[in-house]
Each structure stands twice: as structure tokens, then as C-alpha cells.
């Protein structure tokens, strides 16, 4: 990955299930598992919440801005963010990365957690010693 950082390794036409890419962001600190999620459920966001134009021929349209759908899935980071009332967190990347713009307290980040460790399938995952990526059959 030309990301930098900690990586799961990921090459470009992997095709992997959730699973494996939470494992790959999860256990080795994967950046580049946590650009492949965001890229996946920016686009998923992006598109639900783009407003839908009508085309009408008579009409000249401009074509609607569509952020990055990385860019989307931090909005949404955010928005989760407040949500849960972390209120010193803001989130600048899908991944952590150094960026001014990241910023959270031990508080938020020890609340944090402690909502995570209520999902089943998180705690599984920051429990595991080692993991198999299994990939998906083409």
C-alpha cells in the first residue's frame, strides 16, 4: 500500500468479505483494510443520500458535486461521533493516520471502547491472537 503505516497487506483486485477486512484493519492495524471499508460503505452512503435528479431534456442540468466516498464515510465517522456524544473526537481519515485535523481525548477513546466491546463480532475480533484471511471465491 502506497498509504503508509501498518498494513494487511491487501493488493490491489483482493476481493475480501467484512470479516476479513476487519480482521486486516483490526489486528495488524491495517490502514489500507480501513481505506478498502471506507471506500465500500462510502459509496453505499454516498449514494443513498445524494439527492436523485430528474432529467428533464428541456432543462440544462449541472451534474451534482459527489465527494469522495472516503470522504463521505468520515462525514459519517463524525456524525457517529456526535451521536455517541464524543465530544472531543473529530475524525479527518478512515484510518488515523497522522493528520491535524484528528483529534480525540482518553475519554472519548476509553468510551469508545466500551461501547465497541459490547458488539459481539468486535470483541471476537480484538481477542484473536492470529487470523486466516479466508478471501471470497471469484
Known amino acids: 500500500s502506497l498509504l503508509g503505516g501498518t498494513t494487511a497487506d491487501l493488493e490491489q483486485g ?21 481505506e478498502a471499508i471506507a471506500e465500500y ?19 440544462v442540468q449541472e451534474q451534482p458535486i459527489r465527494p469522495s ?25 478512515p484510518h488515523g493516520l497522522i493528520n491535524y485535523r484528528n483529534r480525540s481525548s482518553a475519554s472519548d477513546i476509553a468510551k469508545l471502547s466500551s461501547i465497541a466491546m459490547e458488539n459481539p463480532e468486535f470483541k471476537t475480533i480484538v481477542k484473536c491472537g492470529k487470523y486466516i484471511c479466508k478471501g471470497i471465491n471469484s
Request: hydrophobic share 45%; glycine share 4%.
Open 14 to 34: 483482493d476481493k475480501l468479505s467484512l470479516q476479513d477486512l476487519m480482521y486486516g484493519m483490526m489486528l495488524p492495524s491495517g490502514n489500507d483494510a480501513a
Open 41 to 59: 460503505f462510502g459509496k453505499i452512503v454516498r449514494e443513498a443520500t445524494l439527492p436523485q435528479i430528474i432529467a428533464d431534456p428541456t432543462q
Open 69 to 93: 466516498a472516503q470522504k463521505v464515510f468520515v462525514r459519517e465517522m463524525n456524525r457517529i461521533a456526535r451521536e455517541l456524544n464524543l465530544t472531543e473526537t473529530v475524525y479527518a481519515n
